[in-house]
């Protein structure tokens, strides 16, 4: 009877939540063992890693800069900070749990496989960044709060208005791994990797916020773009040449 249940209550909704997960955990870990265990996937890792430094001009050097320190953790942990007393401040406690949750599940296993991995990254000569490499904590990161942020911003909003903010959190998300790998400090190996554990945690997301009850959420879309603007100019302007010279790009 208990699996009866269960499969009447499992919407067509769900089971695309529960299909993407899946898919996206399974390439992870797929990618994973060929990282780890197939010397063929380096040597991949590195010819395009080449032909993207092949690219590199001054003006997209400073692009570049811009866009991965949007995804340095100051500005995911403030942003992640502001979204919570918010939350706090309008009780809603589901939601506040669930994304605490996603927000320190991301830390954690970006931390717990980047240390069980082990892997060096491109240029680990560059100063103040971690040893290990793989996955990308920016790639995960950014894609988690492009993707948290989205759904609580659509949420309750037309088709495509969601399929616009969809659509910016995307651009978002694929611009700060790119800019990873343009900036020679991961391989796009550890990329793809971010970009997929961060799916699964957002799919994970998107599950539990769908099955929680409706909320009023008014104000967030502000604070949360007001918020992250303030937090990215602050961070801009506290750690641009320090950073630059940490990537090795050319100010002048």
């Not at 994973?32 to 265990?37: M, R």
């Not at 340095?72 to 994304?99: E, P």
Request: aromatic share 12%; glycine share 6%.
């Amino acid at each position: 009877m208990n699996d009866i249940s269960l499969d009447q209550n499992m919407t067509p909704e769900k089971q695309k939540y529960v299909l993407i997960c899946l898919i996206a955990f399974v390439l992870f870990v797929l990618l994973a063992g060929l990282v780890l265990y197939v010397p063929i996937v380096s040597d991949w890792d590195l010819l395009v890693s080449n032909w993207v430094q092949s690219l590199r001009f001054p003006a997209l050097d400073r692009l570049a800069l811009a866009i991965t320190l949007s995804g340095d953790k100051f500005v995911a942990q403030s942003g992640a900070t502001v979204i919570l007393l918010y939350l706090l401040l309008m009780r809603h406690w589901r939601l506040f749990f669930q994304v605490l949750a996603v927000s320190v599940s991301t830390v954690s296993l970006v931390f717990l496989l980047k240390t069980l991995t082990a892997r060096d990254r491109p240029n680990i000569a560059s100063a103040g960044l971690e040893t290990f490499s793989f996955p990308s904590g920016h790639a995960t990161t950014a894609v988690v709060v492009a993707g948290v942020v989205a759904l609580l911003i659509a949420r309750r909003h037309k088709l495509n208005v969601r399929r616009g903010v969809y659509a910016v959190a995307v651009v978002f998300a694929a611009m700060v791994g790119l800019s990873r790998v343009y900036l020679q400090v991961h391989w796009p190996s550890d990329i793809l990797a971010g970009w997929l554990l961060g799916t699964t945690l957002v799919v994970i997301f998107a599950w539990f916020l769908n099955a929680g009850a409706t909320i009023h959420t008014r104000w967030l879309t502000p604070v949360i773009l007001g918020a992250a603007t303030l937090m990215y100019i602050l961070h801009m302007f506290q750690t641009w040449i320090s950073q630059a010279e940490k990537y090795g790009v050319l100010l002048s």
